[in-house]
T-cell receptor, first 112, second 115 residues
Framework: EDKVVQSPLSLVVHEGDTVTLNCSYE??????LLWYKQEKKAPTFLFML????IEKKSGRLSSILDKKELFSILNITATQTGDSAVYLC????????????FGTGTRLKVLA | DTGVSQNPRHKITKRGQNVTFRCDPI?????LYWYRQTLGQGPEFLTY????????KSRLLSDRFSAERPKGSFSTLEIQRTEQGDSAMYLC?????????????FGQGTRLTVV
């Protein structure tokens, strides 16, 4: 059965710290891996990764995919209280039809 | 606002009642997904439409759940004879089926509480 596992489940850091969130997956027919940030309601899109070893960056956030070892990491440098959220990893693994398989998320809390 | 819109935002219902949620996707997005999310969990896939065709339905979806997308635009999710275990956030997402890779955009969700 396809699955996506995120770690840690939760994390508490202080402003200015750097955090690394992990996402590993076991799916058939991998197509892409996506990171979303969920604060109160809708998950908002952060990154899509399709190729190994190519880092995607957006400000203080960056992410990279390893298709050989089947994992991805999301890094956040110089964390701010506004980074507090649940970070969701999703894998697009079409098997006849398209759907995303989500991990349980990592709950990040950044203290002032 | 050109994002994914869901209505209502909150719904409280008594056990045994029927409820219907609506999702208006981003215009011209032909893929539409319904997910269910409970506290502390990631979204769980429920069903998927390509235009008006429902192409996949999760085993999680009992016979009490039905979804439609009659004209390939908005979609409705109906739950009949609601149970307390149906209490969750129901998320809708839409995506454009283009060549290459695209991401799904989520609506704000409908939070259902069954009492």
């Amino acid at each position: 059965e396809d699955k996506v596992v995120q770690s840690p489940l939760s994390l508490v850091v202080h402003e200015g710290d750097t955090v690394t969130l992990n996402c590993s997956y076991e799916v058939t027919n991998f197509r892409s891996l996506l990171w979303y940030k969920q604060e109160k309601k809708a998950p908002t899109f952060l990154f899509m990764l399709t190729s190994s070893g190519i880092e995607k960056k957006s400000g203080r956030l960056s992410s990279i995919l390893d298709k050989k070892e089947l994992f991805s990491i999301l890094n956040i440098t110089a964390t701010q209280t506004g980074d507090s959220a649940v970070y969701l990893c999703a894998v697009e693994a079409p098997s006849g039809t398209y759907k995303y398989i989500f991990g349980t998320g990592t709950r990040l809390k950044v203290l002032a | 606002d050109t994002g994914v819109s869901q209505n209502p935002r909150h719904k409280i219902t008594k056990r045994g009642q029927n409820v219907t949620f609506r999702c208006d996707p981003i215009s011209e997005h032909n893929r539409l997904y319904w997910y269910r999310q409970t506290l502390g969990q990631g979204p769980e896939f429920l069903t998927y439409f390509q235009n008006e065709a429902q192409l996949e339905k999760s085993r999680l979806l009992s016979d009490r759940f039905s979804a439609e997308r009659p004209k390939g635009s908005f979609s409705t999710l109906e739950i009949q004879r609601t149970e307390q275990g149906d209490s969750a956030m129901y998320l809708c997402a839409s995506e454009a089926a283009l060549r290459g890779y695209t991401e799904a955009f989520f609506g704000q969700g409908t939070r259902l509480t069954v009492v």
